[in-house]
């Protein structure tokens, strides 16, 4: 029968190429457990996934050939064909299906390496994150104690510069105070001088008074020894008169 000589080529061609297939994909776990790199695992996934397609391609193309010449070739009718059991017909149906399963199971078996290569890169994926996100933890509690170190060091100058505001409001007022004393003294100097300026107009006045007095004290004195000695040259004549007299 044509569709038993298609499934047995169908198990010929399936059979090697799928024992290569789960070869290839073994040397290909084999090669993925000692190649940790993410980019080795990608190449095997890629490498088992055009395996597959052209394990896929190759079956159909055999199956397709097949039936193409069991197509071009005509049979003899007979009537025993027309009168065959239902079962026979059934057989003969399951017959046709297998090539269809065979074609399904490599489909299937393809979709489920990309749905094993799909959670690789998940997981692989996964791991990147955490490393990422450990890494991007560790910068963060690095930066937070740089951060509260430097929080630190702004108090403790914050403290200090309130430490020099006080201090200077402090001299700020002793300079108010002083600026006070100090006009205070100017006023007082100004005072002073002022009244030195009168004393030294009251001493020469006092020295002028003085000088008069003395110039008329010697005028006096003058006049008086000019008296006294008048006085004696009358004496001294009334003296001489009183003498001749007797």
Not at 69 to 81: H, K, M, N, W, Y
Not at 150 to 172: D, G, I, P, Y
């Amino acid at each position: 029968m044509v569709t038993a000589e298609v499934s047995d080529s169908v198990e010929k061609t399936v059979a090697p190429i799928v024992n290569t297939s789960e070869v290839a994909a073994g040397e290909t776990r084999f090669a993925r457990g000692e190649e940790t790199p993410q980019l080795k695992m990608n190449e095997d996934v890629e490498k088992e996934f055009t395996l597959s397609e052209e394990i896929l391609e190759q079956v159909v193309a055999r199956i397709g050939a097949t039936v193409v010449e069991a197509d071009g070739i005509t049979l003899p009718t007979s009537p025993v064909e027309e009168v065959r059991p239902e079962e026979e017909k059934r057989a003969s149906g399951e017959d046709a299906k297998e090539p269809r399963f065979y074609v399904q199971l490599i489909r299937n078996k393809t979709k489920l390496k990309r749905a094993v290569a799909v959670k690789r890169e998940w997981d692989s994926a996964t791991a990147l994150a955490w490393e990422q996100a450990t890494t991007l933890s560790t910068e963060c509690a690095a930066v937070n104690a740089t951060l509260q170190e430097r929080e630190a060091q702004l108090r403790e100058k914050k403290t200090k510069c309130e430490v020099l505001q006080l201090n200077l409001a402090k001299e700020s007022g002793r300079c108010t105070e002083l600026e006070e004393t100090c006009g205070g003294l100017r006023k007082s100097n100004e005072n002073a001088q002022k009244v030195t300026v009168d004393l030294i107009a009251r001493l020469e006045k006092s020295r002028e008074a003085y000088d008069e007095a003395v110039k008329r004290s010697e005028r006096l004195i003058t006049t008086a020894e000019k008296r006294e000695k008048n006085y004696i040259e009358e004496l001294a004549r009334w003296n001489s008169n009183v003498r001749r007299s007797y």
